[in-house]
T-cell receptor, first 117, second 113 residues
Framework: EPEVTQTPSHQVTQMGQEVILRCVPI?????FYWYRQILGQKVEFLVS????????KSEIFDDQFSVERPDGSNFTLKIRSTKLEDSAMYFC???????????????FGAGSRLTVL | AQSVTQPDIHITVSEGASLELRCNYS??????LFWYVQSPGQGLQLLLK??????LVQGIKGFEAEFKRSQSSFNLRKPSVHWSDAAEYFC???????????FGTGTRLQVTL
């Protein structure tokens, strides 16, 4: 079964450092997403991406965050200067399209746990 | 603004017992509703979804959920729980044409043998 893969599974970084989280979406999917879950809190939407541009973003997704599809397979989330409160599990997801029909749902990766010290 | 509430943070059931996980939503129109499960070290796996039509939806692993508009609920049920069902369960809501999901805080299910 096709899956979304994320690397690294766990990253520890110092406050102020740049972090890049990587995702390989399902190959024929067109929409890509990042969500995050701070420990003990809800899974929160960060950003959606289609056709090489952001289609929607939340208020969490400020100038410290950026996303990129550098090649035909990878989808990355960059945090420019990490803060303690960026510690969370980050989930990548993809879907065949952005239309919400019965056949179109998000497939999530296993997550990347980021710990900022 | 839309929201999802899962009132139970942690539930423990015996293997073979029935299970019901509660989910309530707040949204002014007909929502699209989902249940996801997360096992340790795994991603969020879709259990089932409600878009329209029959209010009782069947999912994978023997789970079902019933959409009740009058109660703004979408509770997840399973008649007989297996030890492998121990995991965290998330209810989620997708509204209108937005591409994002709004998640509840999750319910952690523990199964005793």
């Amino acid at each position: 079964e096709p899956e979304v893969t994320q690397t690294p599974s766990h990253q520890v970084t110092q406050m102020g450092q740049e972090v890049i989280l990587r995702c390989v979406p399902i190959s024929n999917h067109l929409y890509f997403y990042w969500y995050r879950q701070i420990l003990g809190q809800k899974v929160e939407f960060l950003v959606s991406f289609y056709n090489n541009e952001i289609s929607e973003k939340s208020e969490i997704f400020d100038d410290q965050f950026s996303v990129e599809r550098p090649d035909g397979s990878n989808f990355t989330l960059k945090i420019r200067s990490t803060k303690l409160e960026d510690s969370a599990m980050y989930f990548c997801a993809s879907s065949p399209s952005g239309r919400w029909t019965g056949a179109n749902v998000l497939t999530f990766g296993a997550g990347s746990r980021l710990t900022v010290l | 603004a839309q929201s999802v509430t899962q009132p139970d943070i942690h539930i423990t059931v015996s293997e073979g017992a029935s299970l019901e996980l509660r989910c309530n939503y707040s949204y002014g129109a007909t929502p699209y509703l989902f249940w996801y499960v997360q096992s340790p070290g795994q991603g969020l796996q879709l259990l089932l979804k409600y878009f329209s039509g029959d209010t009782l939806v069947q999912g994978i692993k023997g789970f079902e959920a019933e959409f009740k508009r009058s109660q703004s609920s979408f509770n997840l049920r399973k008649p007989s729980v297996h030890w492998s069902d121990a995991a965290e369960y998330f209810c989620a809501l997708r509204t209108g044409t937005a591409s994002k999901l709004t998640f509840g805080t999750g319910t952690r299910l523990q199964v005793t043998l």
